[in-house]
């Protein structure tokens, strides 16, 4: 289905579920982690891209305090009021998305005694480790943000949805998944340092695909699992300035501080950070590579990168391994790794454009004879960021 399509099905859904036309439409992509597995919390650098896969928000501004969502997705349609911002639970969880949003607006100064209608459509997969979180908070910042005259710049969406994650949702994600939904581009991977927020484009080569492959395997645990290596990071910078007290970011420390540390730090804290620090140097090594159209040495990062999150930052799982293990062997693939948080999840390949589907179907059998699981896959482009969208 194409953008327009769904634009469409949108406005008459929004119809539908409020009798009345939405005011205005917003869409934001979901994103890939290209390379830089968890720097981006750590004041490091991250690759990644905006790809062909959106959510859409329609926003209406009401004439009483009421604030109501809708999703295509949902028969629940959540409600709350100016003067309650209190989080959904259960079914209605999803709702507190752009409920944090607009909480965040809020907070950052916004006076309106109109609430909003909001409705939701999507072609993004959810929980497929491609940011349907992100990309919902961007596009629905920019929705509301213009629904109530604000001006808004791509920095200050990314802020926002990082603080719906981090202060409303107590998530302590980094920068990396709305500044791709934020700030990508066709054809452009994104090139973020998350020490000064500063982006970059850096041309995805035309020859090469993005293949997605979801692995099907999400953690229970996931959140808590994120948060302890979060966790874990910060114990390491915390040891690190003990012999380096103007050390700010973990991401900056050079390796050979490690062999510095007390004699009695967990042997953990000491390989996540050797991760971060070697992978944060691997995305500069990569966007050289790129620069100089060596696809072959991008894809060789990839896989390492991979390794490095096996191995020191252990948060990769068997099924992700033997998709990139598969991977490796398929023709017309140049490299692959897990991408996102982990701990199942997602794992892309950097293909060229002859990878089709006798080679996806290749990666399928062996992935269902290896783990008995059907493999749903992906062929993205890497597309444009965040932006509203006329109404019809
Ligand atoms: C998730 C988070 C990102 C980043 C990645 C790991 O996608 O949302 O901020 O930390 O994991 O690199």
Known sequence: MTSSQIQHRLTEY??????????LLARAPGRVEFIGNHTDYNGGLVMGAAIDRSIFAA?????DAALRFASEFSPERPERRLDDLSKFDGEQSWANYPLGVFATL???GLRTENGF??????????????????????????ALASLYGLEISKADLVRIGRAVENDFLGVPTG????????????????????RTLNVELVPFPAECRIHI???????ALVDSLYSKRHDECREALRLLRQNQSDLEHLADAPESALDALPSDTPADVIKRARHVIRENQRVLTTRTALTEGDIERTGRLLIESHESSRTLFENSCPE???????????????????????FGGTVIALTSE????DETRRVQDAYEKAHGRRLETLACNVADGAELLPTD
């Open 175 to 194: 920068p990396l998944d709305q500044s791709c939904s934020g700030f990508g581009e066709r054809n452009q991977l994104v090139f973020i340092d998350c």
């Open 213 to 219: 492959f979801n692995s099907g395997i999400s953690h």
């Open 59 to 63: 926003v209406r501004k009401r004439d």
């Open 14 to 23: 929004f119809r539908s579920a409020y009798g009345t036309d939405c005011d």
């Open 106 to 108: 809020l907070n950052e």
């Open 354 to 357: 002859a990878f089709g589907a």
């Open 320 to 342: 992700l391994d033997t998709l990139v293990e598969i991977l490796a062997e398929t023709p017309h693939v140049h490299g692959a790794r897990l991408s996102g948080g982990g």
């Open 117 to 142: 209608d909001l409705a939701l459509a999507s072609d993004l997969p959810a929980g497929a480790g491609l940011s349907s979180s992100a990309a919902l908070e961007t596009g629905v910042g920019l």
